[in-house]
């Protein structure tokens, strides 16, 4: 089974940058699309991020695109930078395969992130 670990979040102020880290276990990300999702309190989770595991092509939902960077390795590392931060983002954060309105592997259990002034 695949085991995925998120990490990197933490309190940061409107206008900084955290990087997150998604690593697996049991897999090899070139291999698969990768993608970032978060959950904010009370909503359901979205995905703000993918990279397309053939291709390396990036797609971002409209709130973060200019300000996230989702990047991986060559073995089983996926990597969200995220820049300019806003109070908006503030959500838990995770990583998981998108497959159509699906997802692949069983959630980690994500890392927070928490955008205040």
């Known amino acids: 089974q695949v085991h995925l670990v998120e990490s990197g979040g933490g309190l940061v102020q409107p206008g900084d940058s955290l990087r997150l880290s998604c690593a697996a276990s049991?897999?090899?990300?070139?291999?698969?699309?990768m993608g970032w999702y978060r959950q904010a309190p009370g909503k359901k989770r979205e995905l703000v991020a993918a990279?397309?595991?053939?291709?390396?092509?990036t797609n971002y939902t409209d709130s973060v695109k200019g300000r996230f960077t989702i990047f991986r390795d060559n073995r089983n590392t996926v990597y969200l930078q995220m820049n300019s931060l806003k109070v908006e983002d503030t959500a838990v954060y995770y990583c998981?395969?998108?497959?159509?309105?699906?997802?692949?592997?069983?959630w980690g259990q994500g890392t927070q992130v928490t955008v205040s002034s």
């Open positions: 049991g897999m090899i990300f070139r291999a698969y699309t």
């Open positions: 990279v397309i595991g053939d291709s390396g092509t």
């Open positions: 998981n395969a998108p497959r159509g309105s699906d997802y692949l592997f069983a």
